[in-house]
């Protein structure tokens, strides 16, 4: 199976300032379509997952400008420019190039 | 609106059954590649399984630890999917989410609120 590695595991953020969460996959994400199957979602206190970013960088409707997604092959990063206290939540990668299907084992972000 | 309603979650003891289910609406459910996830307490998300529509051949694809236990279908006519769960473990509790994807590449693009399973003695 792939593995899905994130770091850190948690995150504490003071509200305006940034946010950086890794996923490193053990395999590449790469596929042959030239698509890159890795996705961001977040799962906020008592409610479901909900979809971030997919393939690496694209924003999926709704979601704000702050949060980014760069990568390539093995290594990815969320950022976020200026932390919201409504961003609280617990961030997950996910592959989908490899079944079965993996996701990293979350990051916790907390607010200062 | 697209709206995913799991039902069916309960207490069961190792070894029992159950079958979830999750009432789909607002979306063409027949062409839609579903998917069931589950969050294990103290660990993270965990993906379960996906079946494909009926125009794609209702492929079924299963996580390793629950291959051969359980079986995800559908009924297009009820835009409803399931989930058998045989022969359950006590590492098989916690949270099952269905969700909708939204895309060929495995955009989970719509989730519903979740089912509790819980295995116990």
């Known amino acids: ?112 | 609106e697209v709206q995913l309603v799991e039902s069916g979650g309960g207490l069961v003891k190792p070894g029992g059954s159950l079958r979830l289910s999750c009432a789909a609406s607002g979306f063409s459910f027949n062409a839609a590649w579903m998917n069931w996830v589950r969050q294990v307490p103290g660990k993270g998300l965990e993906w379960v399984g996906r079946i494909k529509s009926k125009l794609s051949g209702e492929t079924r694809d299963y996580a390793a630890p629950v291959t051969g236990r359980f079986t995800i279908s559908r009924d297009d006519s009820k835009s409803t999917l399931y989930l058998q769960m045989n022969s359950l473990e006590i590492d098989d509790t916690g949270v099952y989410f269905c969700a909708w994807q939204t895309d060929f590449g495995g955009r989970l693009g719509f989730w519903g609120q979740g089912t509790q399973v819980s295995v116990s003695s």
């Not at chain 1, 997919?54 to 950022?79: A, C, H, I, M, N």
């Not at chain 1, 976020?80 to 299907?101: F, K, N």
């Open chain 1, 1 to 112: 199976d792939v593995v899905m590695t994130q770091t850190p595991l948690s995150l504490s953020v003071t509200p305006g300032q940034p946010a950086s969460i890794s996923c490193k996959s053990s395999q590449s994400l790469l596929y042959s379509d030239g698509k890159t199957y890795l996705y961001w979602y977040v799962q906020k206190s008592g409610q479901s997952p909900h979809l971030l970013i997919y393939e690496v960088s694209s924003r999926s409707s709704g979601v704000p400008e702050r949060f980014s997604g760069s990568g390539s092959g093995t290594d990815f990063t969320l950022k976020i420019s200026r932390v919201e206290a409504e961003d609280v939540g617990v961030y997950y990668c996910m592959q989908t190039i490899h079944l079965p299907w993996t996701f990293g084992q979350g990051t916790k972000v907390e607010i200062k």
